[in-house]
């Protein structure tokens, strides 16, 4: 009997003991920032289309958000590449609050692919 009344009790103690309440719950930070999202995008005013052929050798990427962007996290954000993946130099404009463009610090090389990543 002594058994039965400790398994008994054991099982109550792992039942109630082990239960969350409410205030054990984590909650994100009210302020947790939210990712940008891209409105549209342009290359030397063409509207975005993802491949782009003939272009200037230096040419303006012009990108829209759907909010304010904040200035010292965009410019660490923007990646400007070469296929090969080396890094192309560029300096960026804020045209308004939500849009931003980019152009190349010198010129491209001809017949050569370039991403722009955000």
């Known amino acids: 009997m002594p ?3 400790y398994t ?3 099982a ?5 003991g082990c239960n969350k309440k409410p205030s ?3 909650e994100p930070p009210l302020d947790s920032p939210k990712p940008l999202n891209i409105i549209s995008y ?5 509207v975005g289309q993802g491949t782009y052929y003939n272009i200037p050798i230096a040419p303006v990427v012009t990108i829209h958000f759907d909010r304010p962007i904040d200035k010292i996290t965009l410019i660490t954000g923007i990646v400007y590449k ?4 080396s890094s192309v ?3 960026s404009t804020y045209i308004n609050d939500s849009t931003v463009s ?9 017949l050569n692919k370039y991403v722009v990543t955000i």
Do not use: C, M, R, W
């Open 82 to 85: 070469t296929q090969a993946g």
């Open 3 to 5: 058994v039965k009344l």
């Open 42 to 46: 342009s290359l030397e005013n063409l």
């Open 102 to 110: 980019i152009n190349p610090d010198g010129a491209l090389t001809h």
């Open 24 to 26: 054990d719950k984590i």
């Open 89 to 91: 130099p560029y300096s």
């Open 8 to 10: 008994f009790l054991l």
């Open 12 to 16: 109550i103690v792992l039942l109630f």
